[in-house]
T-cell receptor, first 114, second 112 residues
Framework: DSGVTQTPKHLITATGQRVTLRCSPRSGDLSVYWYQQSLDQGLQFLIQ???????AKGNILERFSAQQFPDLHSELNLSSLELGDSALYFC?????????????FGEGSRLTVL | DQQVKQNSPSLSVQEGRISILNCDYT??????FLWYKKYPAEGPTFLIS?????DKNEDGRFTVFLNKSAKHLSLHIVPSQPGDSAVYFC???????????FGAGTTVTVRA
């Protein structure tokens, strides 16, 4: 158990819909990262928050947005969903905000868009 | 642009033998490298790391080698055990950056 909690574990929805994925980081971790893993692909970095502020942005679509709340949990919002958005979405957390430390990953949220 | 590449999607090895996983990177600013291991239905977990000031780091059965001039690193698992069957991701970061860049992963199957 990494200490990072993601909900929901599985989500099936239709094209055009909007979903919200939630992540609770490990106790004491201030950084939250979101990664997307599509079929047969590596983990693609989407976005990072540190103590409530956006720190880094990767290949995140404009239809996607995220935020980190004062209690440090984070939500990833995916809207106008397309078939290609079907993927495993991972949240990770770390103590610091540099990418040089170990990240602790949640079990992921599997999104299926039909 | 994939800055971290794992060109072998899969590897099959007999129990007790050595597993060698390879990883190449293109960004010369990368100075910290990690390997993560992932079992089905679980998130990736940290396995071993190496800083660019070293060329080797060892932790039990796992050793990571770094060749900076070739922009190449490898993970050796000796001896391989059935519990090592998993997907292994190579990752890299730069000290002036905030994120880890991951490769596509190599699925290791250890045969009994």
């Amino acid at each position: 158990d990494s200490g990072v909690t993601q909900t929901p574990k599985h989500l099936i929805t239709a094209t055009g819909q909007r979903v919200t994925l939630r992540c609770s980081p490990r106790s004491g971790d201030l950084s939250v990262y979101w990664y997307q893993q599509s079929l047969d692909q590596g983990l693609q970095f989407l976005i990072q928050y540190y103590n409530g502020e956006e720190r880094a942005k990767g290949n995140i679509l404009e239809r996607f947005s995220a935020q980190q709340f004062p209690d440090l949990h984070s939500e990833l919002n995916l809207s106008s969903l397309e078939l290609g958005d079907s993927a495993l979405y991972f949240c990770a957390s770390s103590v610091g905000f540099r990418g040089t430390g170990e990240l602790f990953f949640g079990e992921g949220s599997r999104l299926t868009v039909l | 642009d994939q800055q971290v590449k794992q060109n072998s999607p899969s590897l099959s090895v007999q129990e007790g033998r050595i597993s060698i996983l390879n990883c190449d990177y293109t960004n010369s600013m990368f100075d910290y490298f990690l390997w993560y291991k992932k079992y089905p239905a679980e998130g990736p977990t940290f396995l071993i790391s190496i800083s660019s000031i070293k060329d080797k780091n060892e932790d039990g059965r796992f050793t990571v080698f770094l060749n900076k001039s070739a922009k190449h690193l490898s993970l050796h698992i000796v001896p391989s055990q059935p519990g090592d069957s998993a997907v292994y991701f190579c990752a890299a970061s730069a000290s002036n950056d905030y994120k880890l860049s991951f490769g596509a992963g190599t699925t290791v199957t250890v045969r009994a």
